[in-house]
């Protein structure tokens, strides 16, 4: 099974601010199976990002992935009120499907 | 426009079964796979197995494998999830996410469930 480990747990920041968030597998996968979801409280998540960098449909361009092998971060470049939520990274190229444990961007 | 409607929440007592629902509104489930995704209260999510309707193959995630049942009904668009030998730490938040699989690559979630609440308590 691969583990995925996000960090850091919390992020505290300002509207405005640029937001990386990091997710770390425990072995190299396919960059072509990572997805990045947000999840706002009380609702079920929503894909941002799949193929470690492509936008879902709908996602504005304020919202990035990056990485390869076994490092890929998301990055938020400007954080509006509304991003404010837990982030999850899945890979979702080998069964079973693992998330990492969310980090949760909050208002500082 | 495609939603993926799940049954209400429910409370049921340690031991028995529940079966949740989540129905594909606005859409067929042609070269769709059904997964089932939890959430315990405050935690992060765990993928528990999936469903592909069309052809009945179900994968199932080695921890859940005999206790969980998946399920559907194409002419109804419907997939169920049951879970048997409830206890206390099944209390969670059940989410079903569909994904493609109609191709030779796996998919990522791309439509999901509200979310059916199932408290398992005495």
């Known amino acids: 099974e691969i583990v995925l480990t996000q960090s850091p747990g919390t992020l505290s920041l300002s509207p405005g601010e640029r937001a990386t968030l990091s997710c770390r597998a425990s072995q190299t996968i396919s960059s072509t199976y990572i997805a990045w979801y947000q999840q706002k409280s009380g609702q079920a998540p929503r894909v941002l990002i799949y193929?470690?960098?492509r936008r879902a449909t709908g996602i504005p361009d304020r919202f990035s992935g990056s990485g390869s092998g076994a490092d890929f971060t998301l990055t938020i470049s400007g954080l509006e009120p509304e991003d404010f939520a837990v982030y999850f990274c899945?890979?979702?190229?080998?069964?079973?499907?693992?998330f990492g444990q969310g980090t949760r961007v909050e208002v500082k | 426009q495609v939603h993926l409607v799940q049954s209400g929440p429910e409370v049921k007592k340690p031991a028995s079964s529940v079966k949740v629902s989540c129905q594909a509104s606005?859409?067929?489930?042609?070269?769709?796979?059904i997964n089932w995704v939890r959430q315990a209260p405050g935690q992060g999510l765990e993928w528990m197995g999936g469903?592909?309707?069309?052809?009945?193959?179900?994968n199932y995630a080695q921890k859940f494998q005999g206790r969980v049942t998946f399920s559907a009904d194409e002419s109804t668009t419907t997939a169920y999830m049951e879970v048997s030998s409830l206890r206390p730490e099944d209390t969670a938040v059940y989410f079903c996410?569909?994904?493609?699989?109609?191709?030779?690559?796996?998919?990522?979630?791309?439509?999901w469930g509200q979310g059916t609440l199932i408290t398992v308590s005495s």
């Open positions: 469903i592909i309707p069309m052809s009945g193959t179900t």
């Open positions: 193929g470690a960098s």
């Open positions: 606005g859409d067929t489930f042609n070269n769709y796979a």
């Open positions: 899945q890979q979702y190229g080998s069964s079973p499907r693992t």
């Open positions: 996410a569909r994904d493609f699989a109609g191709g030779s690559s796996p998919y990522y979630f791309d439509l």
